[in-house]
T-cell receptor, first 110, second 114 residues
Framework: GQQVMQIPQYQHVQEGEDFTTYCNSS?????IQWYKQRPGGHPVFLIQLVKSGEVKKQKRLTFQFGEAKKNSSLHITATQTTDVGTYFC??????????FGAGTRLFVKA | EADIYQTPRYLVIGTGKKITLECSQT?????MYWYQQDPGMELHLIHY???????EKGDLSSESTVSRIRTEHFPLTLESARPSHTSQYLCASRGGGSGANVLTFGAGSRLTVL
């Protein structure tokens, strides 16, 4: 079945350092979304990418969708303590099911 | 703010009890989902629904059952809870239009079975 792999599992950074998480799908995706889950909270939608090679930015966050629509990345520039949480990618192949990656847990040391 | 509500938020029960986790959304979304998530871990899809009277099992085998009698309501039931059912259960819905693929999650129900 469809699988979405996400690395790294954990990332510890010093405040001000950059952070990147990567997502790879075993099949071509029609779209990919990114969600953030704060400790003790629930996933909250950040962004959706639909087009091959698409790049979107939200302040310090940059999202990319690969040319083959099978991989994606989230890059945070100059992390802050408010960035702490788990970042999930989630992919659709056109059906009703959304398959989540395992998530990357970000720890930021002040 | 998300318009999807889950109750109870926290539940501690004994083995063998029957429980129902409630999920309601006021957005008129057709598609609803239940995910199971252990603390800090990945989300596993256990049930989903395309609309009223439609339910499907997800990718992770679960002893729970669901029903969808009304669009806004998607309860999950465990007939006989066991310690292995201890987890967080997240309900989500998905609408149409430009946000057709975006999942809106409830706050979750954290279940502990003793």
């Amino acid at each position: 079945g469809q699988q979405v792999m996400q690395i790294p599992q954990y990332q510890h950074v010093q405040e001000g350092e950059d952070f990147t998480t990567y997502c790879n799908s075993s099949t071509t995706l029609s779209n990919i979304q990114w969600y953030k889950q704060r400790p003790g909270g629930h996933p909250v939608f950040l962004i959706q990418l639909v087009k091959s090679g698409e790049v979107k930015k939200q302040k310090r966050l940059t999202f990319q969708f690969g040319e083959a629509k099978k991989n994606s990345s989230l890059h945070i520039t100059a992390t802050q303590t408010t960035d702490v949480g788990t970042y999930f990618c989630a992919g659709n192949t056109g059906g009703f099911k959304t398959i989540f990656g395992a998530g990357t847990r970000l720890f930021v040391k002040a | 703010e998300a318009d999807i509500y889950q109750t109870p938020r926290y539940l501690v029960i004994g083995t063998g009890k029957k429980i129902t986790l409630e999920c309601s959304q006021t957005m008129g979304h057709d598609k609803m989902y239940w995910y199971q998530q252990d603390p800090g871990m990945e989300l596993h899809l256990i049930h989903y629904s395309y609309g009223v009277n439609s339910t499907e099992k997800g990718d992770l085998s679960s002893e729970s059952t669901v029903s969808r009698i009304r669009t806004e309501h998607f309860p999950l039931t465990l007939e006989s809870a066991r310690p292995s059912h201890t987890s967080q259960y997240l309900c989500a819905s998905r609408g149409g239009g430009s946000g057709a693929n975006v999942l809106t999650f409830g706050a979750g129900s954290r279940l502990t079975v003793l």
